[in-house]
């Protein structure tokens, strides 16, 4: 056995792909959908257009925006079988595996689901992206008890999801802040969920398949469960002048910081900028300065400890807060995101399929070489 083979735990470093969709350069803090800069998207698009952007590479014409709109208002009512299910069997374990279920459950239902032609791939790709809200809408109110709702017909997607989440219409402020939090979460390079996607369409499996796979490896607290994580801890440290000590401790135990640090940004991750600023603002408006301050008492005694390292707070320290005041338990930070990152999965898996290559990298394999004679169970 050649033993010159070198080993690149997590594929750390290795491009397995060429790609037109966004691009992380971890050294500036620049992402990059399609060429646009993620601040001139987070200010001057929506979800809806930033999701057909990804998926087809242009912004979309009048025309063309106007179809997509129409067929997402139509698919964000979640057919009656879909209800049944999430009301049956929905709200023990935990949303995430909630939302990986039902995304499963639409394929079950989906007799194209057994296709891998790239139209139907394209086509059950934006089925899912369009049902998101919704589902997630229901699993949150499933896990409180209250019944579903259905979504207005005249809303777009950030505001319908508040709607069908709250049964309350939002006011522009917060339908702008959640739909510029969809745009933020919606693509970012080969992460390990969307690698998975692509792993998982590879194999010309379907699009179902590819975004259940998705959602199961969003929902690990090194990835989209970060989220959740990073505002338990920030609500643990309680107050600002907490901050030096409890990181201090942190760290002289190696415990991982929710919140901080990125495999690609070795700086202050740009969505991260974004949310802060809506963090401090919303926080102001609801009474919750004290834990905006503590937040940044936490990020301040981070950097001054390990930003010499190249760790700083990313997408998922203040987004949290943010979606806590948007009326969000911290049980559904995690879908939320998934609902976003559905736009890239799609969009990744579609790109990746079209040229297509089945991952299959190799380990290196360090155990016995044998041969060991068999001995029966019976003599053992
Ligand atoms: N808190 C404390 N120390 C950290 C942190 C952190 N959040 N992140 C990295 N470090 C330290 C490590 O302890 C290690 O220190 P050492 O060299 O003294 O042993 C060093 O930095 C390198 O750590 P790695 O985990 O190898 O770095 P990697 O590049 O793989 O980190 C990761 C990426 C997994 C995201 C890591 O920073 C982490 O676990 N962060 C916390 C979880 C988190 O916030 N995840 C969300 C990421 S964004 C997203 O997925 C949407």
Known sequence: MPDD????KGLEGIIVNETKIGYVDGQKGRLVYRGYDIETLASKSNFEEVSYLLINGKLPSREQFSEFNRKARERMKLPGNVVEFIEKNCGHSHPMSDLRTVVSFLGALDANSNSSDLNLQKSMGEDIIFRMPGIVAAIK???EGKSIIEPLPDLG???????????????????KVMDTCLILHADHGSNASTFSSMVTISTLADMYSALTAGIATLKGPLHGGANEQALKMIKRVGSPENAERVIGEMLGKKEKVMGFGHRVYKVYDPRARILKEFARSISAKSGKQELFETAEAIEKAMISKVGGKGIFPNVDFYSGMVYESLGFEENIFTPIFAFSRSA????????????????RPRSKYSGEMGPIEYVPLEKR
């Open 141 to 143: 109110r499933k896990w």
């Open 5 to 8: 083979q070198e080993v690149h």
């Open 157 to 175: 997607m950030a505001a319908n999801f508040l709607y069908m989440s709250s049964g309350r219409k939002p006011t522009e402020e917060e339908e």
């Open 344 to 359: 890239g999965w799609v969009a990744r898996s579609l790109e990746y399929v079209s040229d297509n290559r089945l991952f």
